[in-house]
């Protein structure tokens, strides 16, 4: 079985007796034989948390993620609860008279199970005040391990060192029955997750693991190879393998359909413990004498292949399930939200696949994996072909299809049967990696891709790049060129390929150097990809779905998760996505639209305006800024529906009169903005009429000061200065009368405000004859602040000129009796400062 083992988490701590993954968090619990318990960030490697639960060993730890705790069972015989994200100790009690060796917790109720060494297994119920519920009797020996069943969770099994396995059930004292497992203890018991099998996996201190039918009680089949007790041995929810680990220190996975053994690891870290398995992202972890290791197997990505038709089929295992999206019923659903599909099982795969390929007609399907092909029709699911082959390639035509069997070895089948030729030129002189189908046959090495012609097997191009995907377009004539952070694409030249042919021309290994344009590099990774005739639709690495035409890349939509194209379909308007589990996702995009822009960006504006009246009116807005984003401001203005945008583009054209109306037909407040930058625009363009009409309605009375003050309107601004005082501007107002010369009002302003001294002072320079009365304002409103004696301290103008004469501080200082720092660094005593 081929797939990849790749180290995420390596960490060197105490012995590691239980590891659990969090389901939602990134985080992985262990418990130490030391008496911790550490809480680890599987992604990034960083020490989390830690709690020190006990000073003797921690066997056994498990999350219970709905309550945000864990519970650990310690050889203190206690069993403690933790929330995890306070650090608080929620319980913490005797559960057995013995060393607390496995527990575990119910997937929906509130029960934990647990087995001591006191050969019983009980049940706790948090909701009860963890109440002890039920005793569990019949095992004369150690338990080791317990698992609840995953096809029926009121049934679960444990495993005793009495050398048996004994089915339970939550409600029953006495085991359902009892399976004499192995010939000395039993170490571990685990369920097969799947419905169409009722087994069992257990390993035992003989040194070997077991499959057994449970309801037969037979045993399927035996695995050696470890040479010492294997601790642990688990199904894989996701992929076909039993992961096992032994005190030997190696961790072996065997395929659980020909239990074959596939790989071998080690990590040097001596003994391995115990297991968790992250079942919804092929992780697992494995703790050790010397710490834990965190492994991902296989990908992340779904297996799955859509027919141009919209019939998709995708596996699950070896189950392989066939939906067809062509029949979607509800296909208004707004974008990015989740479509039901009609799913069915059509038949089994013999290899676990790694890629599925729908030849281009539809009627047959590929799989791939394991180092073997197999082609069945795509209707009855019946094998049509077979053979050994890590890669696989279909032609145009549906009936000629390539396999690389090795990295040198390539092989050429026409209906069916392989050709007689030599098969492709030079193929066996580089190290291919894969191969892809379309008009010529694609396939990428290291730091090269290299192209060949179906029939003649002459090599087409070979290019230079390091490449990780090729996509060819349903044309025939553009092609995606992949690498890790940009992609490349190209425009192939079948003509000029075969003119060179007809002259005769010796085609080196490095081909027709004319077959291939170089149309866009685009700095931009690419997951995922799919060709609908010139457009290019991707998703990236960063969950964005994106789609390139012309020469350029434009985004469709962000996502929240990882997403990967199915395909498109013309008649619904929508590009189709799945997510890792297969669920489906729509998102709306024209293809009138992607013509339409194909031919704005060609240049070819005759056709752009035959397409035009086909666009869907929910897709002109969109439209639009394409047109405003390549320049096309006035095509633009034409084709929007958007107010706001028309608006933009009119003030960006200087189409001022069509800005008007829009601002005319807009409520406030969104009025006042528009004709702010409507008024903005007129005076670039010395309308100072429509400016300052603007301004007027926009309420901006700075910009229209400015505006009158400049075009002298004394009349405009006499008025601007009422507006601005009834508006409560009283800044605004003064500076508008001080620059009419207007003194009176100016002093009238200023004592409206409450501002008598300035308006003393103002009027001792602009206005002597206002002097009296705004005196008499300011000594009023000092009594009415208790500050009599001050107000009796201010002279008369009339009877003290030299009050303004001198400074009005330094005067009114002078008459108070005292020293006053003008600076404001008074020399009067704190017990004086009122009187002054």
Not at 210 to 215: A, C, E, N, P, S
Request: with cysteine; glycine share 8%.
């Amino acid at each position: 079985m081929l797939f990849d083992v790749n180290r995420k988490l390596f960490s060197r701590s105490d012995r590691v007796k239980g590891a659990d993954f969090h389901p939602t968090e990134t985080w992985l619990l262990t418990g130490l034989y030391n008496g911790s318990v550490n809480i680890y960030n599987h992604e990034t490697g960083a020490l989390v948390k830690t709690f020190e639960v006990s000073t003797v060993p921690v066997r056994c730890v498990k999350f219970i993620p709905r309550k945000n705790w864990f519970v650990a069972g310690s050889d203190d015989f206690q069993l403690r609860v933790f929330n995890y994200n306070t650090h608080e100790k929620v319980a913490a009690f005797e559960a057995h008279p013995d060393y607390i060796r496995c527990l575990t917790v119910h997937p929906t109720a509130s029960i934990v199970l647990t087995g001591s060494d006191d050969m019983t297994i009980k049940a706790w119920d948090w909701d009860k005040q963890w109440k002890c519920i039920q005793v569990y009797e019949g095992h004369t020996h150690y338990i080791m391990n317990i698992t609840f069943n995953p096809k029926d969770s009121n049934t679960f099994a444990s495993a005793c060192l009495d050398r048996t396995v004994k089915m339970w059930s939550l409600a029953s004292p006495t085991a359902n029955f009892t399976m004499d497992a192995h010939d000395k203890g039993v170490n571990y018991v685990d369920f097969y997750p799947g419905s169409d099998k009722p087994y069992l996996v257990t390993t035992g201190d003989d040194r070997t693991i077991k499959i057994w039918d449970y309801l037969s009680k037979s045993c399927v089949q035996t695995m050696e190879g470890h040479t010492n007790n294997p601790s642990f041995a688990v199904f894989h929810p996701n992929l076909p393998i039993i992961i096992s680990g032994s005190e030997d220190g190696t961790v072996k996975i065997w395929n659980s359909n020909t239990y074959r053994l596939e790989n071998t690891l080690s990590y040097a870290l001596e003994r391995a413990w115990c297991v968790s398995l992250r079942r919804d992202a092929n992780e697992v972890a494995v703790g050790f004498d010397e710490g834990i290791v965190v492994i991902k197997l296989g990908r992340d990505e779904p297996t799955y292949s859509m027919d141009p038709s919209g019939k998709l089929i995708y596996t699950k295992n070896q189950v392989v399930l066939s939906g067809n999206l062509a029949t979607l019923s509800d296909i208004s659903a707004a974008d990015g939200n989740r479509i039901p599909l009609s799913i069915k099982e059509i038949g089994t795969t013999e290899i676990f696949a790694t890629a599925l390929l729908h030849s281009p007609n539809g009627r047959f399907v590929t799989v791939v994996g394991d180092g073997e092909y197999i082609i069945y029709t795509a209707l009855a699911w019946r094998n049509k072909a077979f053979g050994s082959g890590t890669g696989f390639a279909w032609a145009g035509d549906s009936n000629t299809y390539a396999v690389l069997e090795s990295k040198v070895k390539l092989r050429v089948f026409k209906n069916f049967k392989e050709r007689g030729d030599a098969g492709m030129k030079g193929a066996g002189s580089w190290a291919v990696d894969a191969i892809y189908g379309g008009p010529v046959l694609g396939a990428r090495g290291k730091g090269f891709v290299i192209f060949w012609d179906w029939e003649s097997g002459e090599i087409v191009r070979r290019i230079d790049v390091d490449a990780k995907n090729i996509f060819w377009s349903t044309t025939g004539t553009l092609v995606a060129v992949v690498s890790d952070d940009s992609y490349y694409i190209l425009k192939f030249d079948r003509d000029a390929y075969n003119s060179k042919l007809e002259e005769g021309v010796e085609i080196t290994d490095e081909g027709v150097e004319e077959a291939f344009d170089v149309v866009a590099e685009i700095s931009d990774s690419v997951k995922t990809a799919k060709w609908i005739g010139d457009c290019f639709i991707y998703t990236t690495a960063g969950n964005r779905l994106n789609y390139f035409v012309g020469n350029e890349s434009y985004t469709i939509s962000p996502s929240d998760t990882s997403m990967f194209i199915l395909g498109y379909i013309p008649a619904h308007n929508r590009v189709y996505l799945a997510d890792k589990d297969m669920n489906i996702f729509g998102y709306s995009l024209s293809l009138s639209v992607v013509e339409y822009q194909t031919a704005v960006l060609r240049g070819d504006m005759d056709s752009a305006a035959e397409i035009l009246p086909t666009l869907p009116k929910e897709q002109l807005n969109k439209v639009a800024r394409f047109l405003e984003g390549r320049d096309l401001k006035e095509l633009a203005l034409q084709v929007t529906t958007d107010p706001d945008h028309q608006f933009d583009l009119s003030l960006q054209l200087d189409d001022l009169d069509t800005a008007v109306k829009i601002a005319r037909s807009v409520l406030e407040p969104e009025a006042e903005t528009k004709w702010k930058a409507i008024g903005d625009r007129a005076l670039t363009v010395w309308r100072f009429d429509l400016a300052r009409e603007a301004f007027e309605k926009a309420g901006d009375l700075s910009a229209l000061m400015l505006l009158l003050l400049s075009t002298g309107d004394r009349e405009g601004l006499q008025k601007l200065a009422a507006t601005a005082e009834k508006k409560g501007a009283n800044n605004l107002a003064f500076a508008t009368l001080f620059q009419l010369g207007d003194a009176k009002p100016c002093v009238d302003l200023l004592v409206k405000t409450n501002r008598a001294p300035e308006a003393a002072l103002f009027a001792r320079t602009y206005a002597p004859s206002e002097v009296p009365k705004v005196v008499d304002v300011w000594r009023d409103e000092l009594r009415t602040k208790n500050k009599g004696k001050i107000a009796g301290s201010i002279a008369h103008p009339s009877e003290h000129a030299e009050l303004f004469e001198e400074g009005w501080e330094e005067a009114l200082a002078r008459e108070a009796g005292g020293p006053v720092d003008v600076n404001g660094d008074s020399d009067i005593s704190p017990n004086e400062s009122e009187d002054a």
